[in-house]
């Protein structure tokens, strides 16, 4: 009787155990699969999905998105969600075609509509696409994500509405922060200069203006007469320093900052988020210590530590080093003389 009554406990427990793994493996298939192209929207997303699903994106923290090269991976990524949520304005030029390779049934939903664009001074129909530099554009990222979450699946719209007004909340007491912050730099010292066109957005909006060498993308090379306006700029205005970005090579701006006897003033983040390790590892942390390092130079006089000065150290350890191999084999090579 004691066996049969053990042999029931056992059974229940396993029956139990077999229907908790099947609850397990049917909550993690109903888990919302979102792909995000930059890193950016990805951390909006999350914000809005919260528990009920996983968000990722295309291209990695510190990639390029103007010039990413898609992989196969990337195509299995695409093909395997349940929600695409691009940029547009020409920001993936390469998204469309992995888009229709994938053959993905998913609705892919461009994040930037309804943003008041800016367009090019240059080209016809060209539009800039770095609208999250706006805090406030920040909130029609939201939005659009909250619509498009909440079409597909109508039965969470409240957790996507809470979600929702909760990182709103958050987006607008940065934007109020952005504001006050650019207003303590001096009227005739509100000049950002960086590598590329990517800060128009938060220019206009927070009233600083921006002078880029090079243009929209990443793609373009500097020419000689960029170069010329940008270095009139920084002489004019008397502003002592200027900023290399995260995802652009700083050669060019520290070349720019030693010919024209400025500072680097740190390292601003536009195309991509930081590491978890960086300041800038969220879209809200991006924008608030982008904002700190700019006004903490243009207005404080303090520049922030940059990878420039890594490579500066590091070059000093390399000749250190170097010299301390020739001092050694040339004392071996006297010690040697003296033994003969």
Same mark, same amino acid.
């Given at each position: ?17 077999e =229907? ?23 951390d ?25 090269e ?5 195509? +299995?990524?695409?093909?395997?969600? !349940? ?12 998204? #469309? ?18 943003? !008041? ?10 539009? !800039?696409?770095h ?12 939005r ?13 719209r ?11 909340? +958050? ?6 922060? /952005?504001?006050?912050?650019? +207003?303590?730099?001096?009227?005739? +010292? ?32 500097a ?8 270095s ?14 995260? #995802? ?9 900052a !030693?010919? =024209? ?20 590892? #969220?879209? /809200? ?5 982008? #904002? ?10 303090e ?15 390399? /000749? ?6 020739v ?14």
């Amino acid at each position: 009787m004691r066996y049969l009554i053990l042999l029931c406990f056992f059974s229940f427990q396993l029956i139990v155990q077999e =229907n908790i793994s099947a609850q397990e493996k049917i909550n993690a298939q109903e888990k919302i699969n979102v792909l995000a192209s930059a890193s950016m929207i990805n951390d909006i997303a999350k914000n809005i999905v919260g528990d009920l699903g996983e968000v990722s994106s295309i291209v990695p923290i510190g990639g390029d998105p103007h010039i990413y090269e898609a992989t196969p991976r990337d195509v +299995k990524k695409v093909a395997d969600a !349940d929600l695409i949520l691009i940029n547009g304005l020409t920001f993936e030029g390469w998204i #469309t075609e992995l888009i229709e390779n994938s053959g993905t049934a998913a609705p892919t939903i461009v994040v930037t509509e309804g943003v !008041d664009v800016i367009e090019s001074g240059k080209y016809k129909n060209s539009f !800039d696409p770095h609208a999250w530099m706006n805090a406030a554009n920040g909130v029609i990222y939201a939005r659009n994500i909250r619509d498009a979450l909440t079409e597909k699946y109508p039965e969470n719209r409240p957790v996507f509405e809470a979600n929702f007004q909760t990182y709103k909340k +958050k987006l607008e007491e940065l934007d109020s922060y /952005i504001l006050q912050q650019i +207003k303590t730099i001096p009227k005739n +010292k509100r000049i950002l200069v960086t590598s590329h066109d990517a800060f128009a957005y938060y220019g206009k909006k927070y009233e600083i203006n921006v002078e880029a060498i090079m243009g929209i993308s990443t793609e373009a090379d500097a020419r000689t007469s960029d170069v010329a306006r940008v270095s009139k700029s920084i002489k004019e205005s008397g502003i002592g320093a200027i900023f290399i970005e995260s #995802t652009v090579n700083p050669k060019l701006i520290k070349q720019l900052a !030693d010919d =024209n006897g400025v500072s680097v003033g740190g390292e601003l983040y536009a195309d991509s988020l930081g590491d978890a390790e960086s300041e800038a590892s #969220t879209y /809200i942390s991006m924008l608030k210590h982008n #904002t700190d390092v700019i006004v903490n130079a243009l207005a404080k006089g303090e520049s922030q530590k940059t990878k420039l000065d890594d490579e500066d150290n590091s070059g000093g350890i390399k /000749i250190f080093i170097i010299l301390g191999i020739v001092f050694a084999l040339m004392l071996l090579f006297a010690m040697k003389k003296m033994n003969t």
